[in-house]
């Protein structure tokens, strides 16, 4: 297949989908987002509303009715148009790298490799604007009782700008000072969508999670938004305030010991030269009322953001059909299977299949029957087969197949890098002693002069350095004082660490979309056997057991040798088995990879039962899935 040819078949399914159910999600996205929002806005109204409401009780009802109507359109304008909808649009840019979880060796290379990337700077500048946007959204709806964050600027004779009884004569002479409220707030907000922004790219907060067993929906909207706010209503409330409680208390704790300094050399900028600053006039070391409301706009701030993240996360990740779009869904359906440079389009194609394997016999009494086309599917790889299941199903296997090359290639490196530091141990060891031996020569040949000597002055290669600093500051043999040793392994080895996490987050990088695969292809293999009328399944029954196996004892091996970590607690040149057990994120993927491939041989192997005498395996994979059934009993 050639790169044009590529180019225009990875469009396909995306265009089928965006033309159909996915275009229509997104318009129920924006109208759901944009009632979510508002609904946030009107709370806080009117509990701005019940703390003001002396303020408020001399206006009549109409008034008030109009006022508040009046005042959150125009926050909801502010906030959702020009701080969220720039959020969304980062979102949809950021979609097709939501799904595939490429993770670098360590830390270090993955700051390197977001240097080079647009989006480093872009993202945390759009959450900045939109942080400021929102919060002094909220600042205005409370400025009725709260001026002094409104201005820039206090100028002498204004009614905040304060005079001592002593300057009362010439009080208008003095030069404009800069209003210390209104740039704490501004510092916060902005400050706020920095580190949101900066938290956003460095957690991958825009990946998506799809649920393994999430059914389309058969409710209304509004029925389906109730089942969104009973099952996620306590998480969104607890991360919101977490967040915002946590980024507020940790700046004020700076801004208690910085901030005077700060605040006292901004005269000399040269664009507020004309300014000075009045000592008289200072905001209190701990303003509590001020600090209340910084803490209130973050939290309002961070639940606008999480609401759009909690709707995208719901919405982009429901299953989507594509067969009322054209006259061949099979051709489209295994384009999106195909769409490796698309992640987002390829999950969505192995969710639809997902669906169809498990809960759609129509369609799937649909792929049995689709052989002998006239027109062959285009893939060159499986020679361009005449049959959907056939391209199906290698699909799926090449899934399959490819984790546990993944594992396999994994375990090799492994092999060879514990080879690799043995040799570059042994290599540090020699000149050890060949400098000690340098040492007592020199010692011997000038008996009053004692020339010290050692391998550091004696080369500059730097895997020598490598294990030296693994030799002074490991954090168990390392021989360096302990309070070195916890420095040292709190602030560079976060940098430098190839850690087992990130090895383990590599080699499962296609996670859900493998766990997809092996549920559709277990499925269409199971109910072929009732639904294939045509017995287009049976010659496949044999591969189908081996790709599954295969994966099996690949991650088998894997979980017994995982990825070395040069910081393991104990010896560095070793790792036993029991090590991965220590790691979660080891367990967890492959336990879901474990628990789906040997549900899958399960369910195999109880349809095909009476026919395993047909089911031609090698000797290799019958031992395993003897073992695995004796597990099982």
């Known amino acids: 297949m050639s790169t044009n040819d590529a180019q225009t078949q990875l469009s396909t399914y995306g265009l089928a989908c965006g033309s159909t159910e996915l275009g229509k999600t997104r318009n129920m996205f924006l109208s759901v987002s944009a009632g979510c929002v508002y609904a946030i806005i009107s709370f806080f109204r009117f509990i701005i509303y019940l703390f003001q409401g002396r303020e408020n009780y001399c206006m009549e009802y109409s008034e008030f009715y109009m006022t508040f109507f009046l005042d959150t359109i125009i926050a909801f304008l502010k906030v959702y148009v020009i701080g969220l909808l720039p959020i969304i649009a980062l979102r949809k840019v950021l979609i097709q790298e939501s799904v595939r979880r490429n993770t670098p060796a360590c830390l270090l290379d993955e700051l390197h490799t977001l240097m080079y990337k647009k989006r480093t700077y872009i993202t945390p500048l759009i959450y900045t604007i939109s942080s400021i946007i929102i919060g002094w959204t909220y600042f205005d709806l409370i400025g009725v009782s709260y001026r002094r964050t409104r201005t820039m600027f206090l100028y002498p004779g204004t009614e905040d700008f304060w005079c001592p009884s002593h300057r009362k004569d010439n009080c208008k002479g003095l030069l404009p000072m800069i209003n210390e409220h209104y740039l704490i707030a501004l510092f916060h907000t902005a400050i706020l969508g920095i580190w949101y922004g900066c938290d956003f790219l460095l957690r991958k907060r825009y990946m998506l999670t799809f649920n393994m067993a999430k059914p389309r929906y058969p409710f209304s909207l509004l029925k389906e938004l109730l089942i969104i706010w009973n099952h996620q209503f306590n998480i969104f409330v607890w991360s919101t305030l977490t967040t915002a409680l946590y980024f507020s208390m940790i700046l004020w704790f700076i801004k208690l010991f910085i901030w005077n300094t700060i605040y006292e050399w901004l005269p000399n900028l040269i664009f507020l030269h004309n300014t000075s600053v009045y000592y008289w006039m200072r905001a209190s070391w701990f303003d509590v009322q001020l600090f209340n409301r910084t803490v209130v706009s973050a939290i309002f701030t961070v639940m606008c953001w999480s609401v759009i993240d909690f709707l995208i996360e719901h919405f982009f990740t429901r299953i989507h059909f594509t067969i009322s779009v054209y006259m061949d869904p099979h051709a489209i359906l295994v384009d999106g299977l195909h769409s490796y440079q698309q992640p987002y389009y390829q999950q969505l194609a192995f969710l639809e299949l997902w669906h169809i394997a498990k809960f759609d016999q129509h369609r799937r009494s649909a792929i049995y029957a689709d052989f002998n086309r006239k027109r062959a599917f285009n893939c060159v790889k499986h020679n361009n087969p005449t049959s959907a299941w056939t391209e199906i199903s290698r699909?799926?296997?090449?899934?399959?197949?490819?984790?546990?090359?993944?594992?396999?290639?994994?375990?090799?490196?492994?092999?060879?890098?514990?080879?690799?530091?043995?040799?570059?141990?042994?290599?540090?060891?020699?000149?050890?002693?060949?400098?000690?031996?340098?040492?007592?020569?020199k010692i011997v040949g000038y008996k009053d002069l004692e020339v010290k000597m050692t391998a550091e002055t004696m080369t500059k290669d730097h895997d020598y350095w490598g294990m030296k600093l693994l030799e002074w500051f490991h954090p168990v043999t390392g021989n360096r004082p302990y309070f070195m040793r916890k420095i040292y392994y709190y602030s560079a080895v976060p940098l430098l660490k190839r850690s087992i996490e990130r090895r383990t987050k590599n080699v499962f990088k296609d996670l859900y979309i493998t766990i997809y695969a092996i549920q559709a292809l277990t499925a269409l293999t199971v109910k072929s056997l009732n639904e294939d009328k045509h017995g287009i399944v049976q010659c496949d029954i044999a591969n189908v057991f081996e790709s599954i196996l295969d994966c099996l004892m690949s991650l088998d091996q894997y979980s017994k040798e995982p990825p070395l970590d040069e910081w393991d607690v104990g010896d560095p040149f070793t790792f036993t088995y029991s090590s991965v057990l220590s790691d979660p994120l080891i367990v967890i993927n492959v336990i879901n990879n474990y628990t789906v491939l040997k549900d899958a041989l399960f369910d195999l192997t109880k349809a095909f039962y009476p026919h395993m005498d047909y089911v031609k395996l090698s000797s290799i994979h019958y031992d395993r899935l003897n073992k695995l059934l004796n597990e099982g009993l």
């Open 395 to 441: 699909s799926c296997m090449d899934l399959i197949l490819g984790l546990a090359s993944s594992a396999q290639n994994e375990i090799k490196k492994q092999q060879a890098r514990k080879l690799l530091l043995k040799k570059k141990y042994e290599k540090f060891r020699n000149m050890e002693k060949n400098a000690l031996k340098e040492k007592e020569r």
